[in-house]
């Protein structure tokens, strides 16, 4: 094992700066439940921006410090330091997930039985070359699977199966989702047509269209074409879905997902009703890409619902058997079903750069980071 730690860190000072950073950390010693993760792969997810970036204005970004240690600079508008003020002073380690090569282990049966072994790990601070986890943090990737192909098994695969355990729990039989061209998009689709569940997905450019009927996709549905609600409103009519979730947040997608709901159930509506229709219609809001205010034209009754999407409050209303059979299938199919593409691998070093922070701060689709620390 090496004898150098180091992790990327963003912090927050009371002078209205972010400052993101490497510094080097002591190799932690695990503990009875724990083990310690050579990392060797980490993605860049949304979340981690949220971390990452937190509410800086990344048009005022500067670069410093060494080729081996930059240092990133950039303003926190003043209006956002009360949102932010129990971080101020405090280094934040970023990086929800990763995999690697578990190099020591606690002494704990189950921590032992990791020994060597390649994992995926969730829970913070990835974006380092040696991470502590708790055992029930891990998950054991098969023989023959890399850190790169098991370093997404967490977010993107449990969000997309959790969209669809929560679509069954409330009562929805098909989906509408957003952005659906996106690495998670992707996934979601490949569960709906393994699962028998029909999705309708929602797009922006025709390439994104090509790719997912490519992939199999049966509803596709473009937002930027003239036609886009009634073709919305077609494809809700033939699946019947109820539930729709928006990674995009602002702007007036999810108004108009809940109008083209509205549209397509009232079709079977005899009677008319100042109240619209009684039948339920739910918009859940998780992703930020457009952080500018959701905007709802309200011409779809009073049966409905706009809220936030979180995956660790989802799951926590879904219990522990049905994560435990989640975590199984994603290891299982985690080169098929949960596959992930990346279209940039760079170092810790390198992802504190200006060039690349200019890419993977658009999230944009089929733009995918992913960070090798041992680079």
Known sequence: MSDTNIELISTISEDNKLELALREIEIPQPGENEVVIRIEAAPINPSDLGVMFSAADMTTASQSGSADRPVISADVPAKFMGAVRKRVGKPIP???????????AGSSAAAQSLMGKTVAVI???????????NVQSCLELGPGTTAAEGASSFVNPLTALVMVETMRAEGHKAIVHAAAASNLGQMLNRICIADGIDLVNIVRKPEQ??????????????????SFMADLTQALIETGATIA???????????????????????????????????????????????????????????????????????????????????KRIAAEIKTTFASRYTHEVSLADALQLDAIAVYGKQATGEKFLIKPQS
């Open 123 to 133: 829970g913070g601070g990835s974006y380092r070359k040696y991470l502590c986890a």
């Open 209 to 226: 269209e090509a790719l997912l009927r490519e992939l199999g996709a049966k509803y596709v549905v473009n937002s930027s074409s003239d």
């Open 245 to 327: 979730f928006d990674p995009i947040g602002g702007g007036k997608l999810a108004s108009n997902i809940l109008t083209c709901m509205e549209a397509a159930v009232a079709r079977n509506i005899t009677e008319y009703s100042v109240y619209g229709s009684d039948i339920y219609k739910q918009v859940y809001i998780y992703g930020g890409l457009d952080r500018g205010p959701i905007t709802l034209n309200r011409s779809f009754g009073f049966a409905w619902g706009v809220n936030g999407f979180l995956l660790f409050n989802a799951l926590g209303k879904l219990g522990k058997e049905t994560t435990i059979a989640m975590r």
């Open 94 to 104: 970023v990086g929800n997930e990763g995999a690697g090569t578990v190099v020591a």
